[in-house]
Nanobody, 122 residues
Framework: QVQLVESGGGLVQPGGSLRLSCAAS????????IGWFRQAPGKEREGVSC????????YYADSVKGRFTISRDNAKNTVYLQMNSLKPEDTAVYYC???????????????WGQGTQVTVSS
């Protein structure tokens, strides 16, 4: 069974950090672009970051550039999103997704995870 499972969400104060993980089972992440998306209450889902399968190409939304870093460990079949200098507006459910890199950047994906809640609040 193909699955993407996110973990690492939680409650953090403004300025704090979290690292999200996206672990795959039932398939190998090596051949997929992996993206992180988020959806805040009452808002549409938006793309946050994406990493390609082969050349390490990355994409970041303007709102997270310089604060978030995406990386992958193919040996562990896992992709990470390091989130620093978190702001209240980063509060959302974060989802990881897999598919061809440019398709994922455009929001068209083959597989979705179930999401993990990130809350930034004092």
């Amino acid at each position: 069974q193909v699955q993407l499972v996110e973990s690492g969400g939680g409650l953090v104060q403004p300025g704090g950090s979290l690292r999200l993980s996206c672990a795959a089972s039932g398939f190998t992440l090596d051949y997929y672009g992996i993206g992180w998306f988020r959806q805040a209450p009452g808002k549409e889902r938006e793309g946050v970051s994406c990493i390609s399968s082969s050349d390490g190409r990355t994409y970041y939304a303007d709102s997270v550039k310089g604060r978030f870093t995406i990386s992958r460990d193919n040996a562990k079949n896992t992709v990470y999103l390091q989130m620093n200098s978190l702001k209240p507006e980063d509060t959302a459910v974060y989802y990881c997704a897999a598919g061809p890199y440019f398709a994922v950047v455009a929001g068209v994906v083959d597989y979705w995870g179930q999401g993990t809640q990130v809350t930034v609040s004092s």
